[in-house]
């Protein structure tokens, strides 16, 4: 399937700057273009790339300005990233045959209900008085308890386990080995220095438009729910910690862990490997650099934080720099102190 | 299934202040309590909500103290969070039907032995020489390789692999996507930059009333075994390297990893995201703070540890103070170095 | 099955102090040795236990001279760790039975192609168009999708999931829970708040003689491929982002995350819990500390860097030292400033 660089203008509101003929059937990074394929120029790091790329087109920002000659058509939109991304998306639309039918190799409990459209892959199992909505599709090998409710158009891919009461909204897609449900950590300590496992005896509660990474684990809350509300995008390997409650369009990216019963608001942006204390309210809009380690609350809405404990990133910043220079604080300490004894 | 105060405060021993007559048929935490529910207060965070939950009756401490007027009836009790824990117990007893049978849809090798009222779900695998205990519950979609041997009561939640020569004692709880008994990573480095694989011909032993976390990862000894003693608690997301060995009662939060070989005491407690060096020894009662890297023995027992590498907890939060100041460090040198020169 | 001190011996290439005609048919650790038994002693730490040790042989390093007496036999060879691993594999080769066979369980698409020699065990799915070469063993429940290939010799455990067009080379090992080829984490910014969903069309490939631990997570590229290349190995739990490429005999800890883009070299060591940042570039031989953050390109080759952010080590440890003693720094100027005000 081939399309022009001026068909592909059209479809993402931009303006050609070059011959707008040539034709596309490709998609390539910028530094690995080549004839037919198309790119995008976002990240600034990459611009000496467009210059020698071989891509036939690049997408680029209304105000890129080349600084040097360009082989290819470019095409101007406000946002790169996004208008490529709106172009995958229709080329996916166009190539992905949408997967429907039940798998007679799938156990369906008799008391699970099915709505129209779906798909349910071999070896997965849906449990008793589990809810299925409208064009959801269930990879093979996804494990399905009992009282479940997956709204319309989910995909939940292959090893997803959902346990007993999880209920997920419509437009989600939860990843490969992602586990929503299982036990929270909770053990009372007992005189004799054992634990005693506290039952978990709530659930978990997903809104719409949600994303789950892979092998990511979200627990049931001890009593109530743990809460992910709509539009958030966890990714890989993220620990949700029971009756924790990740707020709207809130973004975390792999590793990271979130203690028990903490609050994150929405809006935020959460770096890779960041760990959450227990029992915290994080503020709307905050932003948190990867590897840091929130432990008390965050009041002010819209910060930008960083480091163990999180400290504001300019601050964090202004201590790393002399962090580096410890050795040299010394020796002139050590310089004042001589000088002093003479 | 309604209880009325009086009922509850007998079955925890505690003794009710305000109306004992009042119905309880549903738990609530404490900022969202209802009538007719019971919620407890053991975090003093949380005492505001005592003056304003809806909850009927309320589990509260020996020794709380009100500083206001609260609307519902209390419950004083030695150990809140433990009454409210026998509490959920109970309720979970009279609710939870327990699983039994096997499913036609199970592979089940003929070499295999079964125990009395064993629970074998959908899906699952178990393998040659392998055993399982009088009234465990293996859920669907779980592997059990060759030779591996299961206790009493155990409950292996849905994806959980235990590969071969797996050993685990009675009342064992593990969650889904557990993987125990994969290979350690060990490779011998060779002259021309290559890695040879060396075997791990060991195994994991699992003692009894041990909780393995989901998606955590248990290696297999490279010879002998890795070793989790009795009552060790262990979360999502945890690393387990070859041949470590963790002690009883021990409890060790998410996403925290042990490199080879390291052996952690007895009733020691590890935060969340602390890494491990290999072959280290950690003496009993270690307490470790979130995010820290142990990265030497730790011989004195008891101790609270924090930081990377790991301090004693005051001397490592001392250090954090002036961390945050150094810039001003800076300054007064400066200034002392002007004055100098004068 | 017993072999003499002496056949162990001419097997690794080795020179014998003590008794050879002793007989061998175990394997310990220095430390738990017994009669009969064989260990080795590689990691000086260890060395106390070489004068007590019950195993009838040891396996050390020619340059190794005791201090004390030593009971056991000793089989003298240049590097013992790997000389012990080849023991280790020829132990496996005599006893492991290599699996073959096609499970009446498993799901084969028409369309798959299976070569001779291969194992596909109980409940896996092979989907449209896949390959599965010569040799290679998938364990029961491993997810195979559409139109991914593997190569000759390979074994993915149980549990693995291979999402559409991915690639694997030859000799390569997948323990359980991995999955390979989820979507990468990508999503475009919206006016409104929200995040749109940037389809990912890339695939994930790995060539020959990599190793991938269990419950990791490999994302497959949003255009082109995410790249691990020839003998590398991975841990336990590590992220590996979008249009990663990972470079030859580069070794990965557990619980490691790349974020999207990042080049990692050939023949790197990278720690347990390290971040990489995205869109960085890391130079060959490049070896990181366990933890460390990694946020800036690493230009030059062979360096050893530690912390967060990375530092040369020896820098980063001699800050280290400075840190602990932050109060004792504030306390030096603070003294200076009484003596310069009087």
Do not use: W
């Not at 007993?164 to 929503?180: L, P, W």
């Not at 390997?237 to 975390?252: A, D, F």
């Amino acid at each position: 399937m081939k399309f022009t660089v001026r068909q592909i203008a059209q479809l993402i509101g931009g303006e050609v700057e070059g011959d707008d003929s040539l034709e596309i059937d490709q998609f390539y990074k910028i530094e690995e273009g080549q004839k037919g394929g198309i790119s995008f120029l976002a990240n600034p790091k990459y611009e000496a790339f467009i210059y020698k790329t071989g891509s036939s087109a690049v997408i680029v920002a209304d105000s890129f300005i080349a600084k040097d000659s360009i082989n290819s058509s470019l095409i101007k939109v406000k946002d790169p990233y996004s208008s490529f991304s709106v172009l995958l998306s229709e080329y996916e639309k166009l190539n992905k045959k949408k997967k429907v039918g039940i798998s007679a190799l799938a156990f369906i409990d008799p008391t699970a209900e099915l709505s129209e459209n779906v798909y349910i892959g071999n070896f997965s199992q849906i449990s008793e008085n589990s809810k299925i909505g409208e064009g959801s599709v269930i990879y093979p090998q996804v494990f399905i308890d009992e009282n479940v409710t997956i709204g319309k158009n989910c995909i939940l891919y292959a090893g997803v386990k959902l346990f007993a009461d999880t209920v997920i909204g419509d437009n989600c897609t939860i990843h490969g080995g992602a586990v929503i449900g299982c036990d929270g950590f909770g053990f009372a300590p007992q005189k004799d220095g054992t634990y005693k496992n506290v039952p978990q005896t709530g659930n978990v509660i997903l809104g719409d438009n949600i994303s789950i990474g892979s092998n990511s684990s979200i627990d049931r809350a001890t009593i109530g729910s743990t809460i992910i509300k709509n539009g958030a995008k966890i990714d890989n390997l993220v620990q949700v910690g029971h009756n924790v409650t990740i707020g709207k369009n809130t973004v975390i990216a792999s590793q990271t862990g979130i203690a028990g019963s903490t609050k994150i608001g929405d809006n935020c942006s959460v770096g890779g490997q960041v760990g959450f204390a227990g029992h915290l309210e994080v503020a709307n809009g905050t932003k948190i650099g990867a590897q840091s380690g929130i432990n008390t609350d965050v009041v002010k809405e819209n910060l930008t934080l960083n480091g163990t404990p999180h400290m504001e990133m300019r601050k964090h910043q202004r201590s790393l720099v002399f962090f580096r220079k410890l050795p040299e604080l010394d020796k002139r300490i050590s310089d004042l102190e001589k000088k002093k004894d003479n």
